[in-house]
């Protein structure tokens, strides 16, 4: 089903621009999967929110780009501290690596999904005359015919010889 990221209905006879199948979507379809409740619908942003969607994305791109400095800042200064004093410890690495991560993460609350074009395009039905050919309904479907079972042959030619004595 094609349906407004937005208003969560759907956008069959409305212009809408699809989204982008990134990273985050993929993750978060595939987490819905293993719950069983993911529904794969095909995601749009309709025109009407199109201006409002423009700018939560910019909003989020800045958010990023805002974060993975800071975050970057953090590392090295960590790393700094662990170089300064001379002492080399895994642990202190590793907490850089967490500190670094948490940060880069917070941004994905304001996640946006990025756009597949710049300008909206009607959205059709999709129709299941449409998948199928018209005449297709008009032929009969050919079925194989079922494989027979051979009878199986022993490996060994010395078996049949004591079986028929």
């Known amino acids: ?24 979507i ?8 293993i719950f069983g409740v993911a529904q794969n619908n095909e995601l749009f942003v309709s025109e009407a929110y199109l201006q409002e969607h423009t700018k939560r994305r ?3 791109e800045k958010s990023m780009l805002f974060a993975s400095v800071l975050a970057g800042l953090v590392f090295i200064a960590v790393l700094y501290s662990i170089v300064s004093t001379g002492r080399f410890e895994g642990l202190a690495i590793l907490s ?5 991560g948490f940060i880069l993460s917070l941004p994905l609350f304001k996640y946006s999904p ?9 959205i059709g039905a999709s129709s ?8 297709a309904a008009a032929k009969p479907k050919a079925t194989k015919p079922k494989a027979v079972a051979k009878p199986k042959k ?5 078996q049949t010889k004591k079986k028929k004595r």
């Open 58 to 60: 910019k909003s989020f």
């Open 26 to 33: 993929h993750g978060i379809r595939a987490i819905k999967k």
């Open 154 to 158: 022993p490996a060994n030619k010395n």
């Open 128 to 135: 299941p005359a449409k998948a199928t050919k018209p005449n």
């Open 1 to 24: 089903m094609k349906i407004c990221i937005y208003t969560q209905k759907t956008v069959e006879g409305e212009k809408a621009i699809p989204i982008k199948e990134d990273r985050i």
């Open 114 to 122: 990025g756009l597949s074009g710049d300008t909206p395009k009607l």
């Open 96 to 100: 850089a690596f967490v500190i670094g």
